[in-house]
T-cell receptor
Framework: AQKVTQAQTEISVVEKEDVTLDCVYE???????LFWYKQPPSGELVFLIR??????QNEISGRYSWNFQKSTSSFNFTITASQVVDSAVYFC??????????????FGSGTRLLVRP | DTGVSQDPRHKITKRGQNVTFRCDPI?????LYWYRQTLGQGPEFLTY????????KSRLLSDRFSAERPKGSFSTLEIQRTEQGDSAMYLC????????????FGPGTRLTVT
């Protein structure tokens, strides 16, 4: 069965520290997609990144970087030099392409990140 | 390019009343999803439309819930005879009809059943 686990419930860091949010997933599909979303205090989910299962290249976007490792079924998210505005709940999600034509998202329970000044 | 919009943003109702929420997706998106999010949890899938056809419903969607998407544009989610357990954030998302394409979410409707 498909499942996404975000074991870190809450992380607190001081501004300018680097922080890594962990995501582990389970799926029997060989074609699937992984996502990260940010949910700031305002509540609206903001799309950050999508990766497909065939592309294990790491990606960097400004202060954000993502490490996808199929061997460990992990898709971790690192914020470099964190800022107060990064404070939010971050969700990792999985979408299966072969067994599920709806491509619905299976979310983890989220990691609340608090960046203190 | 306007994003996904939802109305109302907040709804307080008494147990037993019916409520209806509306979602307007991004105009060129033909897939529309409803999710429910309770406090401290990630969103959970409720149902999905491809154009006007409702193609999948979660077991979370009891027979008190009904969703429509007439003409494949906006969608409505109705909850009949609300219960306190229905209190949650109801999120709508839309996407292109492409495998794995990202879903864009609206601001949600927060329902409180008293």
């Amino acid at each position: 069965a498909q499942k996404v686990t975000q074991a870190q419930t809450e992380i607190s860091v001081v501004e300018k520290e680097d922080v890594t949010l962990d995501c582990v997933y389970e799926t029997r599909d060989t074609t699937y997609y992984l996502f990260w979303y940010k949910q700031p205090p305002s509540g609206e989910l903001v799309f950050l990144i999508r990766r497909n299962s065939f592309d294990e290249q790491n990606e960097i976007s400004g202060r954000y970087s993502w490490n996808f490792q199929k061997s460990t079924s992990s898709f971790n998210f690192t914020i470099t030099a964190s800022q107060v505005v990064d404070s939010a709940v971050y969700f990792c999600a999985l979408s299966e392409a072969q067994r599920d034509s709806s491509y619905k998202l299976i979310f983890g329970s989220g990691t609340r990140l608090l960046v203190r000044p | 390019d306007t994003g996904v919009s939802q109305d109302p943003r907040h709804k307080i109702t008494k147990r037993g009343q019916n409520v209806t929420f509306r979602c307007d997706p991004i105009s060129e998106h033909n897939r529309l999803y409803w999710y429910r999010q309770t406090l401290g949890q990630g969103p959970e899938f409720l149902t999905y439309f491809q154009n006007e056809a409702q193609l999948e419903k979660s077991r979370l969607l009891s027979d008190r819930f009904s969703a429509e998407r007439p003409k494949g544009s906006f969608s409505t989610l109705e909850i009949q005879r609300t219960e306190q357990g229905d209190s949650a954030m109801y999120l709508c998302a839309s996407s292109l009809d492409t495998s794995g394409y990202e879903q864009y979410f609206g601001p949600g409707t927060r329902l409180t059943v008293t």
